[in-house]
């Protein structure tokens, strides 16, 4: 099993500039999570899907930030346009039922 | 929704001795508790969970101790070794349930640091 695969594992941009991460869960998880972590806020959900559904998206701080997931394989979060506070490591995460997995992470910059 | 306190956020232990890292949660419908080690730069890893059926759950040098009447679960590791220095985050589910589609709520983490 290769677990939570995650892609870039380091993203620099300008600031002002679409940013798409991508996200394979590991296979027969049926729930997906994506979290951002910072030093001053800590681990925050985002976003999450049950089945493909997108079921609570309350963590998503503005309407730049998007995600969608059209199979049970694929997952992106789209920041569009990207910001310096937005800078951050991304996770995404799967699970079956209970005890996330967690991907490696993306880490972004954007200057 | 779920509110998750964790302390200390920064605890220093001798080798060899004992490091407890206490979590409340708000929600007394929560039925599912795990911990994360994470270590620097990497991604957070479950080690240990607990569902409020039981009180407590061992493993190894590690276990986790739950009160539901007082909404509080805690992280024991004995023996602390220096490959146990990492940061350590106790969470809870943000609907107040468990399993099934519920997200999780993080504590800010606990920085565990084992002086040799």
């Known amino acids: 099993d290769a677990g939570v695969i995650q892609s870039p594992r380091h993203e620099v941009t300008e600031m002002g500039q679409e940013v798409t991460l991508r996200c394979k869960p590991i296979?027969?998880?049926?729930?997906l999570f994506w979290y951002r972590q910072t030093m001053m806020r800590g681990l925050e959900l985002l976003i999450y899907?049950?089945?493909?559904?997108?079921?609570?998206d309350s963590g998503m701080p503005e309407d730049r930030f998007s995600a969608k997931m059209p199979n049970a394989s694929f997952s992106t979060l789209k920041i569009q346009p990207s910001e310096p506070r937005d800078s951050a490591v991304y996770f995404c995460?799967?699970?079956?039922?209970?005890?996330?997995?967690f991907g490696s992470g993306t880490r972004l910059t954007v200057v | 929704g779920e509110n998750v306190e964790q302390h200390p956020s920064t605890l220093s232990v001798q080798e060899g001795d004992s490091a407890v890292i206490k979590c409340t949660y708000s929600?007394?419908?929560?039925?599912?508790f795990p911990w994360y080690k994470q270590e620097l730069g990497k991604r957070p890893q479950l080690i240990i969970d607990?569902?409020?059926?039981?009180g407590e759950k061992k493993d190894q040098r590690i276990a986790v101790t739950l009160n539901k009447t007082a909404k509080h679960f805690s992280l024991h590791i004995t023996e602390t070794q220096p490959e146990d220095s990492a940061v350590y985050f106790c969470?809870?589910?943000?609907?107040?349930?468990?399993?099934?589609?519920?997200?999780?709520?993080f504590g800010k983490g606990t920085h565990l640091i084992i002086q040799p």
């Open positions: 969470a809870a589910p943000i609907g107040g349930s468990g399993g099934g589609a519920d997200g999780l709520t």
């Open positions: 607990i569902r409020s059926n039981v």
């Open positions: 296979s027969g998880h049926n729930s």
């Open positions: 929600d007394s419908a929560s039925n599912y």
């Open positions: 995460a799967s699970r079956a039922y209970y005890g996330y997995t």
């Open positions: 899907f049950n089945n493909n559904v997108p079921i609570d």
